[in-house]
């Protein structure tokens, strides 16, 4: 395997581990210029990206590195030197990187940068390649309607489910299609944390007027993950006005949520009654005939063949979430690519071994506790005590999410271990890092981190 090919291997990892702004800021135009008794040397753009990735990413590099070249020891980082064929290489690499787009190739891509900027939506969602099971169908059948009549029928359209399920999939498709059969029509994608920013800081600036004019212009609002809202009574007072003017003139509106309007706490009740006076509909599980056809489409889409057996004991494994499949698929692709031979079940059971943790019997609280409070660098105390400051904060509702899904734990039962809290504490503060994990691609960074010294020593 040469640098580049190396190199693209380490870029295909951590593209999902690292959030897709910081993956186009600091991994654009790096690559290894030299490897020397061990020494990895990359190339950065300039000294900024140099620095930035020694000192925050130089561990997770290194880690890869390591599982995919043996000898590896070290990495060391230096700036390109910036001439006319670098240019010209890198302006041929863009070419390159946007007609692969074009032709759809079934390589590893950095979609990242295909998200339309005015929009926010990601071509790569469609209906073509989204798939329809029992589970779905409904909701499918309803946002295909929506994207053919915006702003006639199912109007808002809610659609709500688990996480991993294909909801945001299925928003974006919408928007898409509406986009590609009215050009000029004005559509926004964005989740509710987004909204949310946007609203604190209209409020901070006083230009609150200036946010509900822009508001008032869109033809198609898509908004993600509307359960952030309870509890965010200003934001909510400010969305029901701008809602109640895209509604009056019939303006499409479609949302998306983890549970049912009726189900959001402190959702006020007129927001609650708008959000279900449209369109309510569910998303649920996908069942193993659906599963093996998605796994079959995700895998066609890489060029891999695997045998039924292979195929049904993957779908078997991953039972709930559809972006898991995604998420095993490329670690397909990274073996095939890197050892050129199509995986057979025995590798492919090696492979899952990690994703299905075996060890997780072996973990108990105290552990859990150990390494959050270490990676935080808490004191195991502090990290149970019953107190708002803002550094504990995050690390203790990480360590509540952690024995919810390691553990399997209560709520009442995690509630008690951290000074009496209430188990409605420890509900808030899982379901606040599950939703997070969508979002932030960093949080995933820093929970795997933890995991892996959770399972450490074992």
């Known amino acids: 395997m040469n640098n580049q090919e190396l190199w693209q291997s380490v870029l295909s990892q ?38 930035w990735l020694k000192t925050k990413y130089k561990q997770i590099i290194l880690k890869i590195l390591r599982s995919l070249e043996k000898g590896v020891k070290d990495i060391d980082f230096i700036v390109a030197q910036h001439n006319n064929s670098s240019l010209t290489s890198n302006i041929k690499q863009k070419r390159t990187q946007k007609r692969d787009k074009i ?31 029992s589970f779905n169908e409904m909701a499918h059948a309803a946002s295909l309607a929506v994207s053919e009549n915006p702003g006639a029928v199912y109007n808002p359209l809610f ?3 688990g996480v991993g399920l294909g909801k945001t999939h299925l928003l974006q498709a919408t928007g898409n299609k509406i986009l590609l059969n009215a050009k000029n029509v004005a559509i926004r994608y964005t989740t509710s944390e987004s909204f949310i920013s946007e609203i604190i800081d209209s409020i901070r600036n006083h230009s609150i007027s200036s946010l509900k004019k822009k508001m008032h212009k869109i033809d198609v ?50 927001l609650r009654s708008r959000f279900g006076g449209g369109m309510t509909i569910d998303i649920g599980t996908p069942d193993l005939e659906t599963r093996i056809v998605i796994l079959k489409s995700k895998l066609e889409e ?16 991953i039972q709930k979430n559809i972006r898991e499949i995604e998420g095993f698929v490329n670690r ?7 050892n050129q031979k199509t995986p057979d079940i025995n590798i492919v059971k090696e492979l899952l071994k990690s994703q299905l943790n075996p060890l997780k019997k072996s973990v108990n609280f105290k552990k859990i506790i150990k390494s959050v409070a270490s990676f935080y660098d808490l004191d195991e105390k502090e990290l149970l005590e019953a107190t708002r400051r803002k550094e504990i904060v995050k690390p203790r509702q990480i360590a509540m999410y952690l024995l919810r899904e390691e553990l399997k734990e209560s709520y009442s039962l995690i509630g008690r271990r951290f000074k009496g809290k209430d188990h409605t504490t420890a509900i808030y503060a899982c379901e606040k890092i599950a939703k997070q994990l969508e979002l932030d691609d960093s949080l995933l960074t820093e929970i795997n981190m933890i995991k892996q010294r959770v399972y450490s020593d074992l």
């Open 14 to 51: 951590i593209q999902f581990t690292v959030s897709k702004a910081n993956f186009a800021t600091w991994f654009r135009n790096t690559k290894i210029d030299s490897i020397k008794e061990g020494i990895v040397v990359v190339s950065t753009p300039n000294s900024f990206s140099k620095e």
């Open 103 to 133: 032709l759809n190739s079934p390589q590893l891509q950095f979609q990242e940068f295909s998200v339309d900027q005015e929009t926010n939506l990601n071509p790569r969602y469609n209906f073509d390649n989204f798939i329809v099971g």
């Open 159 to 161: 659609i709500y489910g």
């Open 221 to 270: 609002l898509i908004m993600d993950d509307v359960q952030f809202f309870a509890g965010k009574e200003k934001t909510q007072e400010e969305f029901f006005h701008i809602f109640n003017h895209l509604y009056q003139h019939q303006r499409q509106i479609i949302l998306s949520s983890d549970r049912p309007p009726s189900a959001i706490p402190t959702l006020t009740e007129r």
């Open 302 to 317: 890489k060029n891999i063949n695997l045998n039924q057996e292979a195929l049904n004991y993957i779908a078997s494994n």
């Open 332 to 338: 397909l692709v990274i073996f095939q690519n890197l």
